[in-house]
T-cell receptor, first 115, second 114 residues
Framework: EAQVTQNPRYLITVTGKKLTVTCSQN?????MSWYRQDPGLGLRQIYY???????DKGDVPEGYKVSRKEKRNFPLILESPSPNQTSLYFC??????????????FGPGTRLTVL | AQSVTQLDSQVPVFEEAPVELRCNYS??????LFWYVQYPNQGLQLLLK??????LVKGINGFEAEFNKSQTSFHLRKPSVHISDTAEYFC????????????FGRGTSLIVHP
């Protein structure tokens, strides 16, 4: 089954404690991205990756890091989480550059709470 | 750069009534338009898309949308909603000539009452 998986689905942590949210897709997609969803703000893109070892900032990259060492994985790293990073996070993937980017497959989401 | 506006943050409607969720966009180049649906506690899934051709686009679950270039709109419609259509709906726009990376609207919460 074609899918995007994220782990963990729920996470409560404390300020400053480094964490990683994993994302994996089994569709051989080149493009992957991370979004955060906040009430009233919709989806905002954090980082995206056009292919292995190619990443770029989205609209709200501050406080986040990503890496793309393998095609299927795109982890989101919070080196020193702060309460304003409490949010619902989604990973998404799609086929290669061009129009394919536009129709994305989304993971189930990770609800992060930073105390 | 493109932008998208969803004019209603919440739309309440009774079951079996018709519904329209509004979406307007802004772009200086040709656009591609999408509607995604997010059911409670789930990720987003693609409902329908307009890339080119016929301006009336049909999607899953009986939804359709019409691309109106002169009014820069892409409103989503369904003639008769069900309780199970209760969800968050996102309009998204991608523009040609660049990376095509889409911009999402803030979402419209459709609440279907029995």
């Amino acid at each position: 089954e074609a899918q995007v998986t994220q782990n963990p689905r729920y996470l409560i942590t404390v300020t400053g404690k480094k964490l990683t949210v994993t994302c994996s897709q089994n569709m051989n997609h080149e493009y992957m991205s991370w979004y955060r969803q906040d009430p009233g703000l919709g989806l905002r893109q954090i980082y995206y990756s056009m292919n292995v070892e190619v990443t770029d900032k989205g609209d709200v990259p501050e406080g986040y890091k990503v890496s793309r060492k393998e095609k299927r994985n795109f982890p989101l790293i919070l080196e020193s989480p702060s309460p304003n990073q409490t949010s619902l996070y989604f990973c998404a993937s799609s086929t290669s550059a061009g129009l394919g980017i536009l129709a994305q497959y989304f993971g189930p989401g990770t609800r992060l709470t930073v105390l | 750069a493109q932008s998208v506006t969803q004019l209603d943050s919440q739309v309440p409607v009774f079951e079996e009534a018709p519904v329209e969720l509004r979406c307007n966009y802004s772009s200086s180049v040709s656009v591609y338009l999408f509607w995604y649906v997010q059911y409670p506690n789930q990720g987003l899934q693609l409902l329908l898309k307009y890339l080119s051709g016929s301006t009336l686009v049909k999607g899953i679950n009986g939804f359709e949308a019409e691309f109106n270039k002169s009014q820069t709109s892409f409103h989503l419609r369904k003639p008769s909603v069900h309780i199970s259509d209760t969800a968050e709906y996102f309009c998204a726009v991608g523009a040609s000539g660049g990376s095509y990376i889409p911009t999402f609207g803030r979402g419209t919460s459709l609440i279907v009452h029995p």
